[in-house]
């Protein structure tokens, strides 16, 4: 057995997206800050509507997948194809932009926390023209396992074990074979899971204080930065004195090229080129 151990701190940093909503982004805030299949990361969290409300108006993706984790607000998803999501606290969207799609993610709400994360993930090169789908997941239907000591552990995707008990996300069946935990730690709590050997890891802290990787060998990881973790089969947090919650995230690699231009993820810069001609055609969402 081999815990792994934090080898590389991403802080965070802020910026705005969409038309003005600021949040901090961590992986993804150069092309250089990724952990593959992990794109980008963004982090929002205010009580001002100012912040928020003016919220991601259409636009366009292809060749990858975004992950919407709802702490708290209520967003709605809306697409080209006429789908509409929406998302309240504890709530997932996990979207396949795939050969392309539309969309618009806004407020509906004038006041209040407004608080959550948009992942975006990687597609292989044989699927990222693929048709575009998502699938929203109410909070009621992520299994929440209890960790000994008071801890627990949503799974959004992958399987949670404790003592014996197991809790399966609801996300399965993908070429990238994602895990994707929020972690909730009362003050000074252990958290110790298996992770596959040979998938690229990832945690990011956004409430209290971690330490990262085994016993004599542990690392502080600060709020808001993601601690990208070393190979191994297992991963090993505690949490300082004021508790923890972190989100822990690994995939499988794809080890390919990625040429990626604003919201167009690809292989080669041909097939960008061929993104925006299709965009600017209005053909980006057609079936092949």
Same mark, same amino acid.
């Not at 070393?230 to 080890?255: C, K, M, Y």
């Not at 390919?256 to 993104?275: K, L, S």
């Given at each position: 057995?081999?815990? &792994?151990?934090?080898?590389?701190?991403?802080?965070?940093?802020?910026?705005?997206?969409? *038309?003005?909503?600021?949040?901090?982004? /961590?992986?993804?805030?150069?092309?250089?800050?990724?952990?593959?299949?992990?794109?980008?990361?963004?982090?929002?969290?205010?009580?001002?509507?100012?912040?928020?409300?003016?919220?991601?108006?259409?636009?366009?993706?292809?060749?990858?997948?975004?992950?919407?984790?709802?702490?708290?607000?209520?967003?709605?998803?809306?697409?080209?194809?006429?789908?509409?999501?929406?998302? &309240?606290?504890?709530?997932?969207?996990?979207?396949?932009?795939?050969?392309?799609?539309?969309?618009?993610?806004?407020?509906?709400?004038?006041?209040?926390?407004?608080?959550?994360?948009?992942?975006?993930?990687?597609?292989?090169?044989?699927?990222?023209?693929?048709?575009? /789908?998502?699938?929203?997941?109410?909070?009621?239907?992520?299994?929440?396992?209890?960790?000994?000591?008071?801890?627990?552990?949503? *799974?959004?995707?992958?399987?949670?074990?404790?003592?014996?008990?197991?809790?399966?996300?609801?996300?399965?069946?993908?070429?990238?074979?994602?895990?994707?935990?929020?972690?909730?730690?009362?003050?000074?709590?252990?958290?110790?899971?298996?992770?596959?050997?040979?998938?690229?890891?990832?945690?990011?802290?956004?409430?209290?204080?971690?330490?990262?990787?085994?016993?004599?060998? &542990?690392?502080?990881?600060?709020?808001?930065?993601?601690?990208?973790?070393?190979?191994?089969?297992?991963?090993?947090?505690?949490?300082?004195?004021?508790?923890?919650?972190?989100?822990?995230?690994?995939?499988?690699?794809?080890?390919?090229?990625?040429?990626?231009?604003?919201?167009?993820?690809?292989?080669?810069?041909?097939?960008?080129?061929?993104?925006?001609?299709?965009?600017?055609?209005?053909?980006?969402?057609?079936?092949?």
């Amino acid at each position: 057995m081999t815990t &792994r151990t934090l080898t590389q701190v991403i802080d965070s940093i802020p910026t705005s997206d969409g *038309a003005g909503v600021k949040l901090r982004r /961590s992986l993804g805030r150069s092309q250089h800050l990724r952990v593959d299949p992990f794109l980008m990361l963004d982090e929002f969290s205010s009580e001002n509507a100012d912040d928020y409300i003016a919220g991601f108006p259409n636009h366009p993706h292809r060749g990858f997948e975004t992950v919407t984790y709802m702490l708290d607000g209520h967003m709605l998803h809306e697409d080209h194809m006429g789908n509409r999501g929406d998302l &309240r606290s504890g709530d997932v969207q996990w979207m396949t932009a795939g050969r392309g799609i539309i969309h618009s993610e806004m407020p509906q709400q004038e006041s209040g926390r407004m608080r959550g994360f948009q992942l975006w993930i990687n597609l292989p090169a044989k699927e990222k023209m693929k048709p575009a /789908s998502y699938r929203d997941i109410p909070a009621a239907r992520i299994p929440v396992l209890d960790l000994p000591g008071g801890g627990r552990v949503r *799974a959004i995707a992958g399987t949670a074990e404790a003592e014996g008990r197991t809790a399966a996300g609801p996300i399965e069946g993908l070429a990238t074979d994602p895990l994707y935990f929020d972690v909730e730690l009362p003050a000074s709590a252990a958290f110790s899971h298996p992770v596959k050997a040979g998938h690229n890891a990832f945690l990011y802290l956004y409430e209290g204080g971690v330490e990262v990787g085994p016993d004599g060998a &542990r690392r502080a990881l600060g709020r808001h930065s993601a601690g990208v973790l070393s190979d191994g089969d297992r991963v090993a947090v505690a949490a300082g004195p004021g508790g923890a919650r972190f989100i822990l995230l690994a995939a499988r690699p794809l080890r390919e090229p990625v040429v990626q231009y604003g919201p167009f993820v690809m292989n080669t810069r041909e097939e960008i080129e061929q993104a925006i001609r299709d965009y600017q055609s209005g053909t980006l969402t057609r079936a092949a």
